[in-house]
């Protein structure tokens, strides 16, 4: 498989920073690998892609993403055909049809219609009511979101990676993650400091940072590896304070590329990611690891 399936293209998904974070992967095989906070579980289908684990757990607390997950993995054909049928009503129906299948999925939560709403809605950044969970993004006017083939494509291999030895979880992260043992390893990616707080408010969930503190604390306690994709920096702004040195962890810094945000409004301003990894999957650095030299490091697998 020359390049990796992509069937839900999350805003902030790690695909792009792939490369970066696997050097600080476990290089021996991995029973059972997990991604409670899964969105696009881009890391999921790259480690199924390396054979990094012999089997696999996702999770979410937003049910039509995990719906639409299982959908993916067990009903491939019908769930793109459903996809190229929403997709193409677009074509003779007028501006509102955006609106339109949203309105439909905040009633009635189709995983498929979710997936149409994430491919057109602006810069695929999804947005939620806290209160009520709808879905409040509205579509993008440049384009018409990913065509039906490469859709059916992707959905595919991913199916393809995937199938017969994944599981897909609905609900709390670490409900998801109390069967995890020594012999496994977790990736997280959860929602941010700041799109829990504050004005950028986007998911049906955050995570207030104590929280997550005392479900790490809770990991430690229970040696289980993990690595942890959390706040960052853009420019010389950071979102968010670092996270306490009494969890014993390493933080990494990885670059991830041109802040959108800042090229909207005329600056040129890259975006540090912290990586915080247990100790034993790598060493501190102080520099800022970019993807040229972490994709030699990718090659080794």
């Not at 020359?2 to 992967?25: E, M, N, T, W």
């Not at 999925?105 to 947005?127: Q, T």
């Not at 017969?164 to 012999?183: F, Q």
């Not at 706040?231 to 802040?259: C, F």
Request: hydrophobic letters at 35%; aromatic letters at 8%.
């Amino acid at each position: 498989m020359a390049k990796l399936p992509h069937p839900i293209p999350y805003q902030g998904s790690k695909r792009s920073l792939a490369p970066l974070i696997a050097p600080y992967v476990p290089r021996e095989k991995v029973d059972t690998w997990y991604e409670p906070f899964a969105g696009s579980a881009a890391m999921t289908l790259w480690a199924a892609h390396h054979k990094i684990a012999e089997r696999y757990v996702i999770g979410d607390v937003l049910e039509p993403i995990a719906d639409l997950w299982r959908a993916i993995i067990e009903r491939p054909r019908d769930t793109s055909a459903r996809y190229s049928q929403i997709w193409n009503g677009q074509l003779s129906s007028d501006e509102s049809y955006f609106n339109t299948v949203r309105d439909r999925y905040n009633e009635h939560r189709d995983p498929v219609d979710l997936l149409y709403l994430i491919c057109r809605c602006v810069k695929n950044a999804v947005r939620f009511n806290a209160k009520s969970g709808k879905f409040t993004q509205s579509r993008d006017k440049r384009r018409l979101g990913m065509k039906p083939d490469r859709m059916a494509d992707a959905i595919t291999g991913a199916s393809m990676l995937l199938n017969g030895k994944t599981e897909v979880v609905t609900g709390d992260w670490m409900k998801t993650l109390s069967p995890a043992g020594k012999a496994d390893f977790i990736y997280m990616d959860p929602p941010y400091l700041g799109t829990t707080v504050g004005k950028d408010k986007r998911y049906v969930e955050g995570l207030q940072q104590d929280l997550l503190i005392k479900g790490l604390e809770d990991l430690r306690r229970r040696q289980i590896r993990f690595a942890l994709s959390y706040d960052g920096m853009t420019g010389g702004k950071e979102y968010g304070p670092p996270l306490p040195d009494t969890l014993g962890l390493t933080r990494l810094l990885l670059h991830a590329g041109k802040s959108s945000q800042a090229t909207l409004v005329g600056r040129d301003e890259d975006t540090v990611e912290s990586l915080y990894i247990t100790p034993d999957l790598g060493e501190a650095r102080s520099d800022v690891i970019r993807k040229h030299v972490a994709v030699q490091e990718e090659l080794t697998f």
